[in-house]
């Protein structure tokens, strides 16, 4: 029977993945991961189940070679690169494999997303809703899919004209009147007049507690 980490090597073939990428999937230190892969160290279980699903396996599997009757379903994880606030009002441009390097951030997902996604990390506290649930604090990286004409009500990533850096607002559509709403009571509305380029919406909010 295959060890642990001939299993674990076995998946990262197959799914096209890197010490990296269990790194950033499973918050585990490199040394974790690294002893994860050298020394068929198995991981303990808060780690195993993130590790199983971001490689579309089993803990039963992963863990003791295993197979279970009832198969996890899992969705496809998509790697999304997080790039900065000024890269995004030139995203369409800029878009291609060329521009990713061993630098680049990357976040990982299971919802469903265009190749063409990207993350942003929010600065600034004009997202963080005093009073509940959506809020997205500063720090927070949020998973946008881009789109022109996103529905009202949706969290969205904007250019306003005269900033060359996106920002992160609520749309609020009333009629031909439009406004980039910030979640915090203590920022004011920002009227959309033809002075705003809107690049997509947010799909997935991703916060470290």
Known sequence: MKSFSERLVEKMKEQGVR???????????????????NQN?????????????????TPEWLSEGRVVRAVLQTAPIKKIPVISRVQAGQWREIYSEQFFDEHTEWVYSSFSLPDD????????????????SPSIPEGSVVVVVP?????????????????????????????????????NPNFSPIEINGNCQVIG???QIIQNI
């Open 147 to 183: 789109c022109p004409d996103p529905d009202n009500g949706k969290i969205v990533v904007a250019m306003l004209d005269g900033s060359n850096e996106a920002t992160v607002k609520k749309l609020q559509k009333d009629g031909p009147i439009k406004h980039l709403v910030p979640l």
């Open 19 to 37: 010490q990296v990428d269990l790194v950033a999937a499973t918050k585990a230190s490199k040394g974790t991961v690294s002893k994860w892969i």
């Open 41 to 57: 160290a198995v991981p303990d279980a808060k780690f195993l189940f993130p590790l199983a699903k971001f490689l579309r396996t």
């Open 117 to 132: 996604s990207f993350a942003l990390r929010v600065e600034g506290d004009s997202m963080n809703n005093p009073y509940g």
């Open 201 to 203: 919406y947010v799909k």
